[in-house]
């Protein structure tokens, strides 16, 4: 395990982002050099940038069977999430003070619900089980008098798991709360419908699902106060100011027009190979097991927790193999701490150290997955062959 | 991936002196699992100079590098001198740390200090240098 030259490049980390399909940057080529104008601009030039920004949102409206005056479009889906908590919570805010999110959110809907509690907010954190599972009755028994605002992710990016949205749906609407849901992480990756699943507003990010980073939407039921991040000028109805990136929104729309025909597709293409090593690595490794939950999970997504080695130092094992993942462990995130998710799921910080987490696209293969399947065995038995842990282990299994 | 110098990469890929001394003549341990970096050192010790020293590390790149470049600079070195062993001298052997990782060589220092410790203590001896507290210096070197 020297330091040649890797046999295979797989990149297997396409939660952390993906590469943009050819169709989608040609469709956004043309907007850099030939279609430059200001879409606010009274003048040919504006109108046909405005006309590329209106139907890109028809087809991300398409995407999530939403309407296209429903579509605001943002810059990431951090910004999304961020304009739906703090926007919808102070649009609310003569109706009550009181959040709700599950304690597994990305940290754009966490911290967001955070720094409203710092300004005066009450906030409530629903725990989820072992598979990270939000159970809708816990939901509904947070709901107060004064909750404005509910918000739950579709599925969650690092392990997996997809929540049941449209029963906790049900039980918001019943109790008459404002209802948004995280779905950067599957959007473009399953079927999305706003309707089926009864929110009031829905956070995606095209660079899920094949399209370019820059471009983002917060999808808003009609009618619903918000209030804006930023101050500025009357782009997306005033909701999010600022000259629109057109070459990255034209892409979004094309990326979420080819999501709509192509996800059942690619459903089928990626949960045989992320099947593969939900299966394969627990048969390869010992003490190795499966984080998120066994089918209610995204289906290109695998999630492990290998225990008595740290994630930093497999995922630079693995880079040198030319394999490309993510971990959640604390030596891997800038504030050294482990994954507050799975965290939150009951796993032991240390057993949280060795998490490990490979993300599938359209561009994986059966023979990425063999390669991942040869590769790691032999990374995990060399860092555990130096671990104090698994040396304290094997001694005690002795007796 | 973090900014790791050529140096930190050298010592991760080909970690120097792996492994557990059955009978050594010191053990120390560093750190803990749940903050994501332990370590234990093992000497042995002849003519009051470090003959052999072993480690063993749970945790990031930077922590299997410091632990193998602070068992490099500790061999053959007298007691005495090994304490001497900091984690500015650390971190600086490996040509820089990235800033949050700059308690990896706290770490590896202290591990390294316990060992001495239980040595001297098992000896009922006292060595120079191991009475003072060991540099506790959290400031990261700009890399």
Not at chain 1, 24 to 39: K, R, S, T, W
Not at chain 1, 117 to 138: H, I, N, R, S
Not at chain 1, 314 to 338: E, F, P
Not at chain 1, 376 to 389: A, G, K
């Amino acid at each position: 395990m020297g330091n040649a030259k890797p046999e295979r490049k797989v990149y297997v980390d396409y939660i952390a982002t993906n590469p943009v399909l050819p169709a989608v940057l040609e469709a956004m080529l043309p907007y850099f050099q030939d279609v430059y104008g200001n879409p606010q601009s009274l003048h040919a030039w504006g109108d046909v940038a405005r006309e590329a920004i209106e139907k890109a949102r028809e087809q991300v409206a398409a995407l999530i069977s939403g309407n296209p005056e429903e579509v605001i479009f943002t810059s990431s889906g951090s910004e999304a999430n961020n304009l739906a908590i703090k926007g919808l919570a102070q649009g609310q805010a003569g109706k009550g003070k009181h959040i709700i999110v599950s304690a597994i959110e990305h940290f754009s809907v966490l911290h967001a619900a955070r720094t409203l509690e710092k300004a005066g907010f009450e906030l409530t954190v629903v725990p989820v089980d072992k598979y990270g599972l939000v159970d809708p009755d816990e939901v509904a028994k947070s709901i107060r008098k004064d909750t404005i605002l509910v918000s739950i992710m579709h599925a969650n990016g690092e392990v997996g798991t997809i929540e049941p949205i449209a029963e906790i749906g049900k039980k918001v609407k019943e109790a008459g709360v404002l209802f948004h849901t995280d779905a950067v992480a599957s959007t473009g990756n399953i079927p999305v419908n706003v309707n089926e699943l009864g929110v009031d507003a829905l956070s995606l990010a095209g660079n899920q699902f094949y399209g370019p980073k820059g471009a983002a939407a917060l999808w808003l039921r009609k009618r619903l106060r918000l209030i804006p991040l930023m101050d500025g000028g009357v782009q997306e109805g005033g909701r999010r100011p600022g000259t629109e990136n057109v070459p990255a929104i034209v892409g979004l729309g094309k990326a979420a027009e080819l999501a709509v025909r192509d996800i059942p597709s690619r459903m089928e293409k990626l949960s045989p190979l992320r099947d593969k090593l939900i299966k394969g690595i627990p048969m390869a490794i010992e003490h190795v097991f499966l984080t998120g939950h066994p089918s209610q999970r995204l289906p290109h997504h695998a999630s492990f927790c290998i225990e008595f080695i740290e994630g930093e130092a497999m995922l630079l094992l693995l880079n040198s193999q030319g394999i490309a993942v993510s971990s959640g462990s604390a030596c891997t995130s800038r504030a050294l701490k482990a994954s507050h998710v799975l965290i939150a799921m009951g796993i032991p910080h240390e057993i949280a150290q060795g998490s490990l987490l490979f993300s599938l696209g359209v561009d994986n293969n059966e023979a990425d997955i063999d390669y991942v399947l040869k590769k790691l065995p032999p990374i995990v038995d060399r860092l555990r062959q130096m671990s104090p842990l698994y040396a304290k282990f094997m001694k005690e299994k002795r007796g | 991936m973090p900014m790791y110098s050529e140096k930190v990469m050298d010592h991760f890929m080909n970690p120097r002196n792996v492994g557990e001394i059955e009978d050594a003549d010191g053990i120390g341990e560093e750190g803990n699992p749940v903050c994501g970096d332990m370590m234990t050192f093992y000497i042995k010790v002849k003519d009051n100079r470090l003959e052999d020293v072993k480690f063993q590390t749970f945790g990031c790149g930077a922590a299997v590098a410091v632990s193998s470049i602070v068992s490099e600079m500790a061999k053959g070195k007298t007691l005495e001198e090994a304490l001497t062993i900091t984690p500015s001298l650390v971190a600086h052997e490996l040509e820089g740390l990235p800033k949050n990782k700059y308690h990896c060589s706290n770490l590896g220092a202290q591990a390294l200090r316990k060992a001495i410790r239980d040595y001297a203590q098992k000896r009922g001896i006292t060595i120079k240098g191991l009475e003072m507290k060991g540099e506790q210096d959290e400031e990261g070197e700009e890399s």
